[in-house]
T-cell receptor, first 114, second 112 residues
Framework: DGGITQSPKYLFRKEGQNVTLSCEQN?????MYWYRQDPGQGLRLIYYSQIVNDFQKGDIAEGYSVSREKKESFPLTVTSAQKNPTAFYLC?????????????FGSGTRLTVV | DAKTTQPPSMDCAEGRAANLPCNHSTISGNEYVYWYRQIHSQGPQYIIHGLKNNETNEMASLIITEDRKSSTLILPHATLRDTAVYYC?????????????FGKGTLLTVNP
């Protein structure tokens, strides 16, 4: 079945360490996105990518980095510069079809800094 | 993108219709209304979207007022599995802005 796979589901990190969250899709979608969700809050956009080798900052990009070397993959690195990295991270993808921007989301990665 | 206003929470009895309102008074002519829902600790799920006509699919119905300043998502026979946060989002159908902006949504609790 087509979909988005995020791994791992749970991740623990020590303060000061970088960590990379994986996001892979087999939907042949052009665009991919990373969101962060804190308890009781909505989703905030970190980075998004419309095509391979191109990406843009979202609303809260500081302390994060991404790459888009393949259409299927959009990994997110949470760096030590991110002051409050503990959160639920969601990856999504969408086709570039005019008039319809439905997103497909992964099941998320819950990151805890210890 | 136009902003939306939703009640923070609603309750519904199992088997009854759930009607979730959304105000988007600043919506412009080329903006669609989208609805997503998020079950606890999962990724959001697309439900339905529309421009100005009412829409129906296997999950829900979307009623958009004639002036397009508000809409209602209807779950015709709510079940316990429909308990989730429901997000109403408006955004243009064209342009380079791919982004969907999610607010806090409405927590719908379906009670037995």
């Amino acid at each position: 079945d087509g979909g988005i796979t995020q791994s791992p589901k749970y991740l623990f990190r020590k303060e000061g360490q970088n960590v990379t969250l994986s996001c892979e899709q087999n939907l042949n979608h052009d665009a991919m996105y990373w969101y962060r969700q804190d308890p009781g809050q909505g989703l905030r956009l970190i980075y998004y990518s419309q095509i391979v080798n191109d990406f843009q900052k979202g609303d809260i990009a500081e302390g994060y980095s991404v790459s888009r070397e393949k259409k299927e993959s959009f990994p997110l690195t949470v760096t030590s510069a991110q002051k409050n990295p503990t959160a639920f991270y969601l990856c999504a993808s969408s086709p570039w079809t005019e008039g319809y921007y439905g997103y497909t989301f992964g099941s998320g990665t819950r990151l805890t800094v210890v | 993108d136009a902003k939306t206003t939703q009640p923070p929470s609603m309750d519904c009895a199992e088997g009854r219709a759930a009607n979730l309102p959304c105000n988007h008074s600043t919506i412009s002519g080329n903006e669609y209304v989208y609805w997503y829902r998020q079950i606890h600790s999962q990724g959001p799920q697309y439900i339905i979207h529309g421009l100005k006509n009412n829409e129906t699919n296997e999950m829900a119905s979307l009623i958009i007022t004639e002036d397009r300043k508000s809409s209602t998502l209807i779950l015709p026979h709510a079940t316990l599995r429909d308990t989730a946060v429901y997000y109403c989002i408006v955004r243009p159908s064209r342009g380079s802005n791919y982004k969907l902006t999610f607010g806090k949504g409405t927590l719908l609790t379906v009670n037995p």
